[in-house]
T-cell receptor
Framework: AQTVTQSQPEMSVQEAETVTLSCTYD???????LFWYKQPPSRQMILVIR??????QNATENRFSVNFQKAAKSFSLKISDSQLGDTAMYFC????????????FGTGTRLTIIP | NAGVTQTPKFQVLKTGQSMTLQCAQD?????MYWYRQDPGMGLRLIYY???????DKGEVPNGYNVSRLNKREFSLRLESAAPSQTSVYFC???????????FGPGTRLTVL
């Protein structure tokens, strides 16, 4: 079974600064995907970024980028030029490619952007 | 396109009552999922359906039943609600062969 660990329950950062959220996972699988989902106060789950394990290049989406270290089983999210709208819970999630393709989530990091 | 819709948005039940949470999608996706979200925990899979007419248990299926009557709809039923089922419930869908799951807005359920 897979496990996902987010060791930072809460973080805060000043607007326009850069923040990094940590995520580690444990799996014996070689082929999988990793995701970061954002959950604002509206409760909606929004996909932020995804990474295929077979790709060495780190994924980027505008101000969001990841640092994927497969050997270390680490998948951190960097948010650059943080904005007030980035205030949310952030969940790291794992999905193996073959099987029922269910998502295994971490417990989340509550991020607050301070004006 | 509405994407993934869930009804109701909020519900309060008494212990022992039954209810069905509805999920519908217009994305023509094959796979559908039910998750629950509890404070301090990530989402956990209750049941999933890889395609119309098939369902399988997830991580926390006890106390729930599901029905996938057609491609669009996947319902979650609580036969005899318990306070431990107080949670936020999310439905999600995924296209066959693709990796991303798309979530509905959630249903907040309170069991007194």
């Amino acid at each position: 079974a897979q496990t996902v660990t987010q060791s930072q329950p809460e973080m805060s950062v000043q607007e326009a600064e850069t923040v990094t959220l940590s995520c580690t996972y444990d799996t014996s699988e070689n082929n999988y995907y990793l995701f970061w989902y954002k959950q604002p106060p509206s409760r909606q789950m929004i996909l932020v970024i995804r990474q295929e394990a077979y790709k060495q290049q780190n994924a980027t989406e505008n101000r969001f980028s990841v640092n994927f270290q497969k050997a270390a089983k680490s998948f951190s999210l960097k948010i650059s030029d943080s904005q007030l709208g980035d205030t949310a819970m952030y969940f790291c999630a794992f999905m193996k490619i073959f099987g029922n393709e269910k998502l295994t989530f971490g417990t989340g990091t509550r991020l607050t952007i301070i004006p | 396109n509405a994407g993934v819709t869930q009804t109701p948005k909020f519900q309060v039940l008494k212990t022992g009552q039954s209810m069905t949470l509805q999920c519908a999608q217009d994305m023509n996706h094959n796979s559908m999922y039910w998750y629950r979200q509890d404070p301090g925990m990530g989402l956990r899979l209750i049941y999933y359906s890889a395609s119309e007419g098939t369902t399988d248990k997830g991580e926390v299926p006890n106390g729930y039943n599901v029905s996938r009557l057609n491609k669009r709809e996947f319902s979650l039923r609580l036969e005899s609600a318990a306070p431990s089922q107080t949670s936020v419930y999310f439905c999600a869908t995924r296209e066959l062969g693709r990796d991303t799951q798309y979530f509905g807005p959630g249903t907040r359920l309170t069991v007194l």
